[in-house]
Each structure stands twice: as C-alpha cells, then as structure tokens.
C-alpha cells in the first residue's frame, strides 16, 4: 500500500486532473454500480455531505435511525451545518427501522412542519453490533422513498463487511439507494478516506459541497492509491475477519463473567455483556490496554470489539487470555497476576489490537 503512495500519478484534484482519482473514482461507481463517486477525507464528511445535496432545500428533514452514527456521532453536522432537521425514527436491535415507523414518519404537506426529503439507513448498523441490513429491507425502504418522491442513502461505512456477511454483491446490496458513502479506512485497511457513489448529477453536486466544507485536495492520488489497494486485497480477507470475531465471541462465552449473544456476531464487531457486577466496563478496558488488547466500553457493563485483517487467529487467543487475566486481576485485586505480569509481560506476544 504505501509503495502504491509512493509510486502514484497524481496531479491537481482540485482541477479535476489527478489521473489516479479518476481512475480510483471510476473504479469505485462501477463497483458500487452508480454512475459516479468522490473521494472524501472521511465518513462524517461523505455523509455529511450526501445529507446535504439531498436536502438542499430550507426547511428540508431526514428521517434517521436513533441510534445511528449520524445521528449520534457527527457532531450534529447535518443541523449546524447543513439547516436539515433530523427526524429520529427508533432503531430495532438490529439496526432497521420499522417499516410502519418511517411512514409515519413521513411528513404531510403542512404549514407547521419541515419537509421530509431523505431517508438514511446505516449497513452494517454500527451500535447494533455491525449487524447486517439485508437486500430485501433495503429495497423495500427504497420503495418506501421513492413512492413518497424521497431519497435514500445509506452510510455504508462498513458495507463490504454486509455484502460479504450476507453474500450478496454490494452493487446489488445498495441498488435501491441514491446515494452511499463507503469508509475505506476502516475494516478494509486504507490509511484515510471514504467515497461516496451516486448519480452524476449527484456527485457533481457532491464535489461543489465537498470544496465548501474545505475538502477539496490536490494531489489527493497518493491516498486513492492506498485505497485501491484496499479494496482490491482486503475485500477478500473480511470474511476471516468475520470468522475470528464469532471464534473471539465464543472465547468469551466461555469465561463466566462475560456473555456474547452470538446471534448478533454476523460481521467483525463483538459487543460483550459483563454478567459479573463487580467488573465495570472501564476498568476491564484498562486492564487490557496493559496487555496491548484496546477495546471500547460501549457501556457500563458491555464492551466493543473489532476485529480486522492484522488481527491473527493467534491474536484471538491471546486476547481471551488478556481476558482471563483481567478477571483474576479485577476479582484477586491484581495479586496473583502483578507477579503472573512482571516475570511474563515481556514475553507476551506483540501488540494485538482486537
Ligand atoms: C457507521 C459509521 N459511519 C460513519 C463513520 C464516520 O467515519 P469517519 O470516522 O471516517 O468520519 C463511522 C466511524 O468511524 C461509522 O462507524
Ligand atoms: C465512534 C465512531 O465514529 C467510529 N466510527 C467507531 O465506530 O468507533
């Protein structure tokens, strides 16, 4: 990836003449099967900016899940930024909205309220797990917007990760949408960046959106070089990602503080539940950054982990054993495992980041 930086042909971006981001962007819309895309410095700003072409009208309101990454996790942008008004739909368990729910949602021409323009979805669904959407919800949503003259796009931030899960071709997975945005940074292993793939007449918009928000590059060839090579090598690896994440998960389920609805593990994220009250989040979180294994508390009681290409079958059960120790540690007070860590640390494996 980095001799492909190295070695890129690029140019001025901004001018709409590095050979390497075409070639990349067109790579990327055939792939996806839209008609355009663009490359952005980020997932927050693919969206960011998708909401906004969609909605570019004052008074405009996107329907979005309530527990999506929108709607949480970007700083509000589609509101302080943009002037959209979100309208929070309750995200099931698993990552959809109730059909029912967004209909309702919908508004009605009415003097009092803001014009719903856009539905989003999110695949995989991030907070519920990195559980999948399936094609047959997502082109009922579609249908759902297009017969009330709406939009759809999907933050699609982990959608290699769905179309493998699910089996299905990604062009395929996101037909029904208007617009995606794509991370490339994530599970698929590129340095930075996402891109979003739409119609021309979308992505024109898009590329105008993007230089107001500060997001026009120069040379930008160097970073699509790395994500080509990200797409082109690691697309194939997820499946193995998604395979030692159940093989993590069951680990886990085997050590009596901790339980993992294994239903839930369909892609490269494990959320854990502590079952033992006198180990919190945090602590366990800490414990384990000694032991080189990062995690996430994603609440009091429950753990995020996530899995990616780097991580080896070996790097799993290191982890459960970091896992094990964390729990005598916490439980013994860290008697038994200082003494188990001083004379040993050196002698673990490297770092394992699950
Ligand atoms: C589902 C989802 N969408 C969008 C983003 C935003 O991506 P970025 O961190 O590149 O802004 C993330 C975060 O990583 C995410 O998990
Ligand atoms: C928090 C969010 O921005 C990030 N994508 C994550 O999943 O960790």
Known sequence: MRAAMAAADVDDDVRGVDPTAHRFQAEMAALMGKEAALFVPSGTMGNLISVLVHCDVRGSEAILGD???????????????????????????????????????????DL??????????????????????????TDKIGEIARSHGLKLH???????????????????????????????????????????????????????LRKTLGGGMRQVG???????????????????????AKSLADGLNKIGQFAVDSATVQTNMVFLD???????????CQVLKKHNVLANPSSFTSVRLVLHYQISDNDVQYALTCFEKAVEELLLGGT????????TTENLMGTSQI
């Open 154 to 208: 999907i933050d699609g931030a982990r959608i290699f990760n769905a179309s493998v899960a699910l089996g299905v071709p990604v062009d395929r997975l996101v037909k029904a949408a208007d617009s995606v945005s794509v991370c490339l940074s994530k599970g698929l292993g590129a340095p930075i960046g996402s891109v979003i793939v739409g119609s021309k007449v979308f992505i024109d918009k898009a590329k105008i």
């Open 222 to 244: 160097v970073l699509c070089a790395a994500a080509h090579v990200a797409v082109r090598d690691t697309v194939g690896k997820l499946a193995d990602d998604h395979r030692k």
């Open 336 to 343: 038994r495992l200082e003494s188990l860590v001083d004379g």
């Open 274 to 284: 502590i079952v033992d009250s006198r180990i919190s989040s945090d602590k366990l």
């Open 112 to 137: 009092h309220c803001p014009t719903t323009r856009l539905i989003c979805l999110e695949n995989t669904h991030g907070n519920s797990g990195g559980r999948c959407l399936s094609v047959e919800y």
């Open 67 to 109: 527990n999506s990454h929108i709607h949480l996790y970007e700083n509000g942008g589609i509101s302080t930024i943009g002037g959209v008004h979100p309208r929070a739909v309750r995200n099931n368990p698993d990552g959809t909205m109730d059909v029912d729910e967004i209909v309702a949602a919908i508004r009605h021409p």
